[in-house]
């Protein structure tokens, strides 16, 4: 079994790049799923599967349906997998979210992106208490 499956958007226009990025993916053992607009017209290779799909809410329904692997990433051709893969294969995280860098105009972002999940986590941490406290064995 393969330790991680990407599903990679896939385009006729950006093929030699998606095929390239698929390739070093396969070769590091991820099972590497194209997915977009004639992506079963690509010839078979090792690790590398094409999906004909309108969008990745459809592929990621597929790929979770055949059951692939223990991880599943929806992966952009920006995004470093290996860094992704790192903490759930370390068991340390069992979801990862990436952020691309962002330029300094947009720098808000990122702040309020930190900003909104300290005040989720901090939510979700006041409701758990207050329901512990309420609960009888």
């Given at each position: 079994m393969a330790r991680a499956t990407?599903?990679?958007p896939y385009t006729v226009a950006a093929q030699a790049?998606?095929?390239e990025r698929a390739r070093r993916l396969a070769?590091?053992?991820v099972d590497?799923?194209?997915a977009g607009p004639d992506a079963s017209a690509l010839p078979a290779q090792p690790g590398i599967h094409g999906i004909d799909v309108a969008d990745r809410a459809e592929a990621l329904r597929r790929v979770?349906?055949?059951g692939v692997s223990p991880i599943t990433l929806l992966d952009d051709p920006g995004d470093d997998t290996e860094a992704l893969l790192r903490p759930i294969e370390a068991g340390t995280a069992d979801a990862v979210f990436g952020l691309r860098p962002l330029t300094a105009e947009a720098?808000?972002?990122?702040?309020?992106?930190r900003a909104l999940s300290r005040l989720a986590s901090s939510a979700s941490s006041a409701a758990w208490?207050?329901?512990g406290s309420s609960l009888s064995v």
């Open positions: 990407a599903i990679l790049e998606a095929l070769a590091a053992g590497v799923v194209l979770l349906a055949n720098s808000w972002v990122r702040w309020a992106d208490r207050s329901a």
